[in-house]
């Protein structure tokens, strides 16, 4: 066993067989016992991304099974993965920040180094999310487009839904300026709940709060949210975050319906 390879899991999501999901932490032990990186999108040039991708992969058993990943653009685009033969290629082109599917043995995922990351599931239908969310697809309220995706494609009922919301850079050090805090005013009056002054006029927006209002928007219960509330930014340097580093990694949150 990899002892740095500790993958990050909801114990929610770990009631329901047919699941397999994870987030991956930043460092593993290499085969010669030195300490390394994950590196999932060639950042560095090393070539290693896809011995990386089978090293993260196995410790959640499904080594054969890479991740469905699209083109993320901050947006609220929702891809539904219906066909089973479309090649990794292909739907990396595809620009989008959401992706579904009912199909099993079909892992999905979504990249960050600071956005949210969401997992979202039907346990009725088994139906699997994979979210990216930054601020601007939290704008344009990406997670109520998908709740709303799972009720058009699938018959899904809000009120079913189980979300995870994984980690992301907090309300203590995401600091923004004023002018992005006006579309969620627009949309939420309780402002206590999702951001508080900052320095020189900036504010600390909340991004994991503005989701989980947006859920609630959506028809999700209370109840069927949770959250690992780990700052990527300030509680701890084994996550990846874009604001404290610049030029990073990416930590890779992924689910799948057990064949």
Same mark, same amino acid.
């Given at each position: 066993? *990899?002892?740095?390879? %500790?993958? @990050?899991?909801?114990?929610?999501?770990?009631?329901? #067989?047919? &699941? $397999?999901?994870?987030?991956?932490?930043?460092?593993?032990?290499?085969?010669?016992?030195?300490?390394?990186?994950?590196?999932?999108?060639?950042?560095?040039?090393?070539?290693?991304?896809?011995?990386?991708?089978?090293?993260?992969?196995?410790?959640?058993?499904?080594?054969?099974?890479?991740?469905?990943?699209?083109?993320?653009?901050?947006?609220?685009?929702?891809?539904?993965?219906?066909?089973?033969?479309?090649?990794?290629?292909?739907?990396?082109?595809?620009?989008?920040?959401?992706?579904?599917? *009912?199909?099993?043995? %079909?892992? @999905?995922?979504?990249?960050?180094?600071?956005?949210? #990351?969401? &997992? $979202?599931?039907?346990?009725?239908?088994?139906?699997?999310?994979?979210?990216?969310?930054?601020?601007?697809?939290?704008?344009?309220?990406?997670?109520?487009?998908?709740?709303?995706?799972?009720?058009?494609?699938?018959?899904?009922?809000?009120?079913?839904?189980?979300?995870?919301?994984?980690?992301?850079?907090?309300?203590?050090?995401?600091?923004?300026?004023?002018?992005?805090?006006?579309?969620?005013?627009?949309?939420?009056?309780?402002?206590?709940?999702?951001?508080?002054?900052?320095?020189?006029?900036?504010?600390?927006?909340?991004?994991?709060?503005?989701?989980?209002?947006?859920?609630?928007?959506?028809?999700?219960?209370?109840?069927?949210?949770?959250?690992?509330?780990?700052?990527?930014?300030?509680?701890?340097?084994?996550?990846?975050?874009?604001?404290?580093?610049?030029?990073?990694?990416?930590?890779?949150?992924?689910?799948?319906?057990?064949?």
């Amino acid at each position: 066993m *990899n002892t740095l390879l %500790k993958k @990050i899991k909801f114990n929610q999501f770990e009631n329901f #067989p047919e &699941l $397999i999901h994870g987030i991956s932490p930043r460092y593993f032990k290499n085969d010669q016992e030195g300490i390394e990186e994950f590196n999932f999108r060639d950042c560095d040039g090393s070539g290693k991304t896809k011995d990386h991708s089978k090293i993260f992969l196995e410790s959640l058993g499904i080594a054969n099974r890479r991740p469905v990943v699209v083109d993320q653009v901050h947006s609220d685009k929702v891809f539904i993965l219906e066909n089973a033969d479309r090649t990794h290629n292909e739907i990396v082109q595809v620009q989008a920040d959401a992706l579904l599917t *009912n199909l099993v043995g %079909k892992a @999905i995922g979504v990249f960050t180094a600071d956005c949210l #990351p969401i &997992l $979202i599931y039907d346990p009725r239908l088994k139906v699997i999310g994979a979210i990216h969310a930054g601020r601007k697809g939290s704008e344009q309220n990406i997670l109520f487009k998908v709740v709303r995706e799972m009720v058009s494609v699938y018959g899904s009922c809000p009120e079913e839904l189980m979300v995870g919301f994984g980690p992301a850079i907090g309300g203590c050090c995401y600091e923004v300026g004023a002018d992005c805090l006006q579309p969620f005013q627009t949309q939420f009056k309780d402002a206590k709940d999702w951001f508080r002054p900052g320095s020189s006029g900036k504010y600390y927006l909340d991004l994991l709060a503005i989701n989980k209002m947006d859920a609630e928007r959506a028809g999700l219960m209370q109840g069927n949210m949770f959250s690992l509330d780990h700052c990527t930014c300030c509680s701890s340097p084994q996550m990846f975050s874009y604001r404290r580093e610049g030029k990073t990694g990416r930590i890779l949150t992924t689910i799948m319906l057990r064949p």
